[in-house]
């Protein structure tokens, strides 16, 4: 099929390849404009425009994709299809009435729940035990399209926001190849979801990651894995900023107040949350490398009765 593939971050870049590696003509890949990136503010480009430019497929980065002239460069191309995921703009009536097969959108969640920005990090900050890919028609409103195919995967007890980003992308590039072969042949059978088991999650923030003693040791646990490796959970250890990375949930009650050192010996520290402790593994504190918590301790002096705070 003459494909034209929309995407930008990491996470799109296996879906690019699998229409390549399949025999899929993509005629062209369109990607979000370059920015500048880090203290010296270098243009950063995206994964996706690096690995299509590998390829030598043509790259196009159109500030608004709604944009009547890029419109038309789109619908000069003559697609077949539009594959898209995690492309980064909304796509207007004029663009999805393009392709003679549609545009299919890869989307890292079991429809109709977690539609939106960021189903990958509330998986797993919900305590989901099962996540995966759908794919579907694309419509106006974001991610209500009539669903094709799906395919599940089981989150491990320690599954981060990272993790099950790279499992999700691997089974994207799979799953996109099986749905455009149904759609070319007539086999595919479409959908509609339950809007009423629709779940939206917005945007992540850094702020998400300030972390609230007063939660439950088992949500905070969630929250650590959730937004590792961004924007990553922190807390306030006497006016410096703490990352934490890796935790366990100490299933007992202590005295004290929420975010108070209740437990700390040379490989380990447990701070008090609102139901439960929390034995902290792994941490990194602002400006130095992330440490286990026993290379920490041996650096940094941490008391029985600290207390950590909500920022």
Avoid at 169 to 193: F, S
């Amino acid at each position: 099929m003459k494909v034209i593939f929309m995407g930008t971050p990491d996470f799109s870049v296996p879906a690019l390849c699998s229409l390549v590696e399949a025999g899929h003509e993509v005629l062209a890949v369109v990607t979000q404009p370059d920015k500048p990136k880090g203290r010296g503010k270098e243009v950063s480009v995206s994964p996706v425009k690096e690995k299509a430019l590998e390829y030598g497929i043509p790259v196009y980065q159109p500030v608004k994709a709604r944009a009547p002239e890029f419109v038309k460069l789109l619908t000069d191309l003559k697609p077949d299809v539009m594959v898209v995921a995690a492309f980064g703009q909304l796509l207007p009536k004029s663009i999805l009435e393009i392709p003679k097969f549609g545009c299919v959108n890869i989307h890292a969640s079991l429809l109709p729940k977690y539609r939106g920005a960021s189903p990958i990090q509330y998986a797993v900050i919900n305590g989901e035990e099962v996540s995966g890919i759908t794919t579907m028609m694309m419509a106006e409103t974001i991610d209500t399209g009539e669903m094709i195919d799906q395919e599940a995967v089981s989150l491990d007890k320690k599954e981060t926001g990272g993790s099950l980003h790279d499992k999700l992308g691997k089974i994207g590039g799979k799953l996109i190849v099986k749905t455009l072969k149904k759609l070319e042949d007539g086999t595919a059978v479409l959908q509609k979801q339950n809007d009423a088991e629709s779940c939206y999650v917005g945007m992540i923030k850094k702020n998400m990651g300030d972390i609230d003693w007063s939660m439950d040791a088992v949500s905070i646990e969630r929250l650590i894995r959730g937004l590792n490796p961004w924007p990553s959970a922190y807390t306030d250890w006497d006016g410096r900023v703490i990352k934490l990375w890796d935790a366990d949930v100490a299933d007992q009650e202590y005295e004290g107040v929420c975010g108070q050192v209740v437990e700390t010996s040379k490989n380990h520290l447990v701070v008090k949350t609102g139901k439960g402790g929390l034995s902290i593994k792994e941490l990194q504190l602002q400006g130095k490398k992330r440490m286990d918590i026993g290379a920490f301790l041996r650096g940094y002096q941490i008391e029985h009765g600290t207390v950590f705070k909500h920022m």
